[in-house]
């Protein structure tokens, strides 16, 4: 028999957590249980400071991906709760993967998908609220994929008034995009200030650049202005 599943951690539960500076994880895919998680020092990338090599650049302005938001939000955590290595544990239970699919129908939770060829190839997903975007997790099928996802992510936000992305940890490869460490303080002041909403959704800020004639064009364009 297969144990019970817990049942979703409500929404109003997880929006009170991320607006308080916490977040779940779990130990296992199979974990049942949560755990509430305030980092001594959160990664952030500042709006007008992302990083845009000059490689990411060129892979924009091909249009190597078409770029969606919020088309596949379950098959995009799907991924990003798959193991990465052989024998390595997923931090995204099938718990915490039920919470934030109940959270994406709510409107708090988003996805962008990267397509190539008609198949899912990169994406990420996140927490929305008030004009903060606390990015959870990304995935990348190919080459540049979860960088375009991310490139097309800061620049929807600028362009829709957004005032904070949260990254939670710090990585290397997250500071290669302009991903900075500020305390646990300083993030709670960032928080509070990015209060009240912002002048469009993620969704529709997508779109927007969707429907240009060249969307990699629009966004490497959008990217080298400074806001």
Known sequence: MHAPVS????IELLLRAYRGGVFPMADHRSDPEVYWVEPRERAIIPLDGFRLSKSLKKVLRQDRFHVTCDTRFADVIGECAAPREEHAESWISHRIEASYRALHAAGHAHSIECWQDGELVGGLYGVSFERVFCGESMFSRTADASKVALAWLVAAMRQAGFALL??????????TMGAV????????????????Y??????????????????GKSIAQSLTQTS
């Open 7 to 10: 049942p979703p951690i409500p």
């Open 166 to 175: 949260d990254c939670q940890f710090m990585t290397d490869h997250l500071a």
């Open 181 to 196: 460490a500020v305390p646990q303080s300083r993030y709670m002041d960032m928080l509070i200030a990015a209060d009240g």
């Open 198 to 215: 912002p002048a469009a959704s993620l969704p529709d800020a997508v779109a927007r650049f969707a429907a240009s004639s060249s969307p």
